[in-house]
Antibody, heavy 123, light 111 residues
Framework: EVQLVESGGGLIQPGGSLRLSCAAS????????MTWVRQAPGKGLEWVSLIYSDGSTYFADSVKGRFAISRDTSENTLYLQMNSLRVEDTAVYYC?????????????????WGQGTLVTVSS | QSVLTQPPSVSGAPGQRVTISCTGGDSNIGAGYHVHWYQQLPRTAPKVLIS???NRPSGVPDRFSGSKSGTSASLAITGLQAEDEADYYCQSYDSSLSAWVFGGGTKLTVL
């Protein structure tokens, strides 16, 4: 059974850094396409970042240059390093597997979701 | 302002049929990218409801169906049940933005 457990969220001041972790079980993170999706309080879903199994990475314009996505094969864990945090980054961050279609995420869908971890950026 | 446009809310009585629209443009739905739908029950993570425009993953009741035409897509729910009360999101890919995009979400209320 696929399980995703996020951790690392919390209260952080604007300009600060935080690293989110997503511990996976039931499959191999490095062999799959993984994403981070966030949801601001009372708002809709927003795609944040994606990493293919070959290591290529993609970011939403709103976080480009500030966030980094990575993974640890030995820990079977996905990470999201968040720097220069802004108030508008406040959200629940979900770790999600991306099911590829035609061997690309452009046609794929978000398959398995974690329970999310809340990041609050506030002074 | 979401790239994909959904009505903020829809409602229906138990047993009725409702539809939720998702309108995009030439760089996303109109470009042929698939539309997927997600259901988010209160205080839970979203789950995929419809993939590839009209496919139901295993376990999703056949009361849920999806369709796509031109630059728009729709989610239909027949035989409404109280447990269907949730937020629904459409999602696709946008080639102009090089990003995966969502609709703003639609809150379904079962009267």
């Amino acid at each position: 059974e696929v399980q995703l457990v996020e951790s690392g969220g919390g209260l952080i001041q604007p300009g600060g850094s935080l690293r989110l972790s997503c511990a996976a079980s039931g499959f191999t993170v490095s062999s799959n396409c993984m994403t981070w999706v966030r949801q601001a309080p009372g708002k809709g879903l927003e795609w944040v970042s994606l990493i293919y199994s070959d290591g290529s990475t993609y970011f939403a314009d709103s976080v480009k240059g500030r966030f980094a996505i990575s993974r640890d094969t030995s820990e079977n864990t996905l990470y999201l390093q968040m720097n220069s945090l802004r108030v508008e980054d406040t959200a629940v961050y979900y770790c999600v597997t991306m099911h590829l279609e035609y061997n690309t995420a452009m046609f794929g869908w978000l398959d398995h979701w974690g329970q999310g971890t809340l990041v609050t950026v506030s002074s | 302002q979401s790239v994909l446009t959904q009505p903020p809310s829809v409602s229906g009585a138990p047993g009725q049929r409702v539809t939720i629209s998702c309108t995009g443009g030439d760089s996303n739905i109109g470009a042929g990218y698939h539309v997927h739908w997600y259901q988010q029950l209160p205080r839970t993570a979203p789950k995929v409801l419809i993939s590839n425009n009209n496919n139901r993953p295993s376990g999703v009741p056949d009361r849920f169906s999806g369709s796509k035409s031109g630059t728009s897509a729709s989610l239909a729910i027949t035989g409404l049940q109280a447990e269907d009360e949730a937020d629904y999101y459409c999602q696709s890919y946008d080639s102009s933005l090089s990003a995966w995009v969502f609709g703003g979400g639609t809150k379904l209320t079962v009267l």
